[in-house]
């Protein structure tokens, strides 16, 4: 065995210790628990009603369920497995999975996993778990097991090149690159590595430096020398981005994974929805409806019945089994066809092995946000490709590991990472920024990059107006504004601070003018490290009576998580830090990557919140709060008394 298959049996290892680890943290929470524990550990809804059912995209059973105390705060969070169970009769619940597609306060739609409606779905004593979700790790696993035993197939070969162990290959003299007016020299030289390269590709972009509009650009032209290419990135959101990029550039693309986990604007792109809308699809439902009814037919006939009636059944179910055959048959075209459609492949790192894609392979697959993608889950998509092109920063956020040992023993470090390191000939840095004025990129680049970005001369002009200053940090020492632990979901809340972030929102869309956002149609992203601030920030905007203003512009105003924006960009951007104490503790705002995250997200002006006191505890923070002196940014929450 070669030392990198070696390298990657540890890995699996480590993949291993963390599946263990995730597994543990789960049944620490919900073994033995009564549905009182787990509804205060907020993995449980109960009871619960259905308040509406419907049949979705691709057939899909969709219910709506409302529980009665809005009180206790949860995990559950669109996109995640669930159990929808029924206490109803004696004996082990009966239960049926979904994934939710949204949860508000008190309601939560769900897309059930199975055909067929529950029979008990009416019974009552209902109630809704969150499942623990293998299949991801079951899918890393088996990825890790091909790599590892490949053997001089094409798996093999790249394992050898990724891992540094042969040398990268490109072809000689430089590819030719078509309608790339709209991109920088050196993004350009980028697509043309891209294209050059035989075996791997990898585009390092700091943010705003166009890394997804070059990987788009390169996509493009890799689809004017082959019909279809594969897209993968490690979140959903991440995908959806792209996606969307891609459709702008009239890419025809298919976009593999669940609907529930998919955004609503390009849900039209999805598997079932094309399904769906194939001319095939009403000749594929009648065939299904009358292999149903053959199968009724057949079933109504009882226990004690003659030979005549039971060569009428047999028959019966024969012909079922016929139609059944013949819909089977008339699926298999229509995926066929679906697939022939469309240029592109869309689908997260772990969705690479759908079913769907069975025994499919690509000549280029494409992984954008590389470097927050686990290395095994990155495995993924390789095992279906010819050459494999990355783009991503390991400067920005890094995969989420729950096992602190199997991070610390290498797991944090990603495919993306290790093919910088061993393959430097392959990568290609993309240093000038479109996004945001210098001011608001001036910290990130001296701290992360060395200072090496540049602004891009067009960001000198991005502004709200002339008049409204591009970054402020306003420091909420000796407010009063205290951190809290939402006690349920172990996560952290700043109530006064989310009520004053939204206030200084208010005032400054009262300034510039609801009508002005409108007209230039900028968007307002409001973002915290914390899921519990999030929530709050959430509930502050559905239903106080003030931010009136804010409301107005609620189609563009999107409040998340710093992780759920990573890759995204709005005009005006606000972070709500959360912790203030005086122990000076700042949990997770420790990985400075996350904050690179969010102080680059900006493009026309970013506002930072949070206690001085608390956060120049840690050397970046006491950096920044210098960086804001120095620059003339600091502002007092004193300033802001009158709110
Ligand atoms: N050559 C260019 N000319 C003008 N604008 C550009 C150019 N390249 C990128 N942009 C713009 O810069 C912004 C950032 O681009 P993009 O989102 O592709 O960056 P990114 O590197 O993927 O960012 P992040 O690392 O934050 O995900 C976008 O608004 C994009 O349209």
Known sequence: MSRIQEELKITLQLLKKEWKEDLEQYRLKTLSASIADKQKDGICWYPVQ????????????????????????????????????????????????????????????????????????????????????????????????????AGAGRLGQLRDVLLGQEAASFTAGLPLVFATSHLNHSQVEAVQKVLAAQDVALVHGPPGTGKTTTMVQAINETLQRHPQVMVCAPSNAAVDLLVEKLLAKRISTLRIGHPARVDDQILEQTL????????????????????????????????????????????????????????????????????????????????????????????????DEAAQGLEPATWIPVMKAKKVVMAGDHCQLPPTIKSYEASKEGLSETLFEKVIDRQPEASWMLKVQYRMPELIMRFSSEYFYQGQLEAAALT??????????????????????GEHLEKDSLSKLNAEEARFGLGLLEKLVERIGVGCFQEQQFTIGVISPYKAQVKKLTELMEEGAVFEGLRELSDVV???????FQGQERDVVLISLVRSNEQGEIGFLADTRRMNVALTRAKRKLIVIGDSGTLSSHPFYQQFLDFVAENGLYKSIYE????
């Open 460 to 481: 000198d002009a991005h502004c709200l107006s002339r008049a409204e200053p591009v970054m402020e940090f306003i420091d909420t020492a000796g407010s009063g504004f």
């Open 272 to 367: 079932d929805a094309k399904i769906a809308q194939h001319s095939s699809f009403k000749d594929l439902k009648k065939l299904r409806k009358s292999a149903e009814e053959y199968r009724k037919l057949g079933r109504k006939y009882k226990r004690n019945f003659g030979a005549a009636e039971r060569q009428q059944r047999k028959q019966l179910f024969a012909e079922a089994s016929k139609v059944k055959e013949a819909a089977r048959h008339l699926e298999d075209y229509i995926l066929y066809d679906v697939f022939q459609q469309n240029q592109v492949i869309a689908t997260t790192l772990v969705g690479a092995n759908h079913t769907a894609l069975k025994g499919m392979e690509f000549p280029v697959v494409f992984i």
């Open 558 to 564: 999107t409040i998340g998580t710093i992780d759920g």
């Open 640 to 643: 802001y008394m009158e709110f």
């Open 50 to 149: 259905v308040v509406k059912t419907k049949v979705g995209l691709g057939d899909r059973l969709i219910v709506e369920i409302e529980r009665g105390d809005s009180r206790l705060s949860h995990g559950f969070q669109s996109g995640k497995t669930v159990s929808l169970f029924s206490n109803f009769s004696d004996g082990a619940p009966l239960r049926t999975n979904g994934v939710v597609n949204l949860v508000k306060k008190n309601t939560m739609v769900i897309t059930l996993m199975g055909h067929e409606w529950p029979d008990w779905l009416q019974d009552g004593k209902l109630g809704v778990d969150l499942h623990f979700d293998e299949a991801s790790y079951r899918e890393m696993e088996y990825a890790m097991q091909q790599v590892i035993k």
